[in-house]
């Protein structure tokens, strides 16, 4: 059956050369000189063309595999931490955090009656990161720990998206306003986590990515055009 499938295949490619000749201007003909072409130079140009435009249709073919694998992927991803019990956990602690840090403070003392609450751990992120790790209460250590997790897989598809393995356009459609949202909220604490640590490279990706797209948000232009391609 594949036979078939490769026979019908060249002869469509054989058809293409010789209706690409035609129609060539008389110039071309001249500097060519095809009207003087033997049988063996017209099965050569023939193979020529067949080559060539395998290997654009090759090329073609390439590049929509990549990018059908970069959307899988990328949807694969997001599915999968959908589903992630711990990953949702840390991101709606670390949103009512950024809220409301005495909201959040009451209810991990409501969960954790055995702990002492204090009025000394009403801080934000920022002061909390200015302390030790060994300062810290047991409040302030977990959400201090919700936040890292955050970052780090928000900085994991950064990476990806900006090195080109995950698929910008279908990630900015379900995350852009999450994403920049995110990162304002973040960003002081960011900075004084890089202050901490010496490192200014710190979740530099995912800053870099939220700064593009809050420069070039997601419009409905975009949603509309996205559509149509598909």
């Known amino acids: 059956m594949k036979f078939k499938h490769d026979k019908v295949y060249y002869l469509w490619l054989i058809v293409l050369t010789i209706g690409l000749l ?11 000189h095809i009207n003087t072409w033997s049988v063996s130079d017209w099965i050569y140009a023939i193979q020529t063309t067949i080559i060539g435009v395998s290997a654009i249709i090759a090329v073609f073919t390439i590049n929509s595999s990549k990018t059908i694998s970069k959307e899988k992927a990328t949807l694969e991803i997001i599915l999968s931490d959908n ?25 991990y ?7 002492k609450d204090s009025a000394e751990e009403y801080l934000d992120l920022p002061a909390i990161l200015k302390k030790d790790k060994d300062e810290l209460s047991y409040a302030q250590e977990y959400i201090r720990t919700k936040m890292l997790t955050v970052l780090s897989r ?3 598809y950064a990476i990806g998206i900006n090195s080109g393995l995950l698929d910008e356009r279908l990630f900015k459609r ?22 901490q640590v010496n490192k200014d490279t710190l979740f530099k990706d995912f800053e870099l ?6 420069a070039n948000p997601l419009t409905v232009e975009d949603i509309i055009k996205a559509n149509k391609k598909t």
């Open 83 to 107: 589903n992630d019990i711990h990953l949702i956990e840390a991101k709606s602690d670390l949103l009512l955090f950024l809220k409301n840090p005495k909201h959040f403070y009451k209810e």
């Open 154 to 156: 928000h900085e994991f």
């Open 109 to 115: 003392y409501i969960k954790h009656s055995d702990l």
């Open 174 to 195: 379900m995350h852009c306003s999450n994403f920049i949202q995110l990162w304002e909220q973040v960003s002081p604490s960011v900075n004084q986590l890089r202050i």
């Open 209 to 214: 990515l939220a700064t593009k797209w809050k």
């Open 22 to 32: 035609i129609p060539l201007p008389q110039k071309i003909y001249t500097i060519l």
